[in-house]
């Protein structure tokens, strides 16, 4: 996938943000009503440090475009649940767009699982201040232009560095085309990702058509490439391990 496409996918996946770029003053008072809501804001060291001792687990997916069956969605995210048990981390784009829904379902999870000690966190741009982001215990917030939510630093997605540094793992309920390009990194770094496709990963089509009319070259699965060289290969590259 082209740099240029990469851009694209990365701007405005939220809706309007504002032309201006966030403020300190604007920061800060989001900040504070973050802390109102027991939502530490920390620099990227801070959840690093954050993370020692717990088993990190990135989750990647679908944003804007969301998911066709949410419901089914919430059972695939129960299931990562139980299968990794408490002293867990999970850290996604910290609003609750598509795959965000996780920080919602995460607590009841927990509860219907008898698990005591997971904690989620977050990783987004500082355009966030203005659409929201969801309760979780940690978040980080990148500056970034208007209308750009990617979370690069120094060539590096944080998304990625935080499982590399913190000897992690990402799984991606599919995913667009950020997800496409974070997955190739993640592999560069050896990270180990994992894949979930099938019933429950669907976007919803309604937005993928909408995408689509306002961009006919829209990258609607950046997963595709990596689940199809699964498929091509009998061992080594099999991303498509669910949970084990």
């Known amino acids: 996938m082209g740099k240029a496409r990469t851009k694209l996918a990365a701007r405005d996946i939220h809706g309007a943000a504002g032309r201006d770029r966030v403020s300190d003053d604007e920061f800060s008072a989001f900040s504070a009503t973050l802390r109102a809501r027991r939502v530490e804001v920390v620099e990227y060291a801070g959840l690093l440090a954050a993370a020692r001792g717990r088993k990190v687990v990135v989750l990647g997916g679908y944003s804007s475009l969301g998911y066709k069956d949410p419901s089914a969605l919430r059972a695939l995210v129960g299931g990562l649940l139980s299968s990794r048990g408490d002293k867990a981390l999970y850290v996604a784009g910290a609003t609750g767009a598509g795959i965000g829904a996780a920080y919602r379902w995460i607590p009841g999870l ?12 977050g ?122």
């Open 110 to 121: 927990c509860a219907e699982l008898g698990l005591k000690d997971v904690k989620t966190a």
């Open 123 to 244: 990783i987004v741009s500082k355009n966030a201040c203005r659409v929201g982001v969801e309760d979780q215990d940690f978040v980080v917030f990148v500056d970034t232009p208007p209308g750009d939510w990617s979370v690069v630093v120094k060539g590096k997605s944080l998304m990625v560095s935080i499982a590399a540094d913190a000897e992690g793992e990402m799984v991606y309920f599919r995913g667009g085309a950020i997800s496409g390009d974070e997955i190739a990194e993640a592999l560069a770094r050896n990270v180990r990702v994992s894949i979930v496709d099938g019933p429950g990963t669907e976007p919803d089509p309604r937005m993928v058509d909408a995408m689509r009319a306002l961009d006919a070259e829209f990258v609607a699965d950046g997963t595709s490439m990596f689940l199809e060289a699964c498929a091509r290969q009998s061992g080594g590259m099999d991303l498509r391990r669910s949970f084990g």
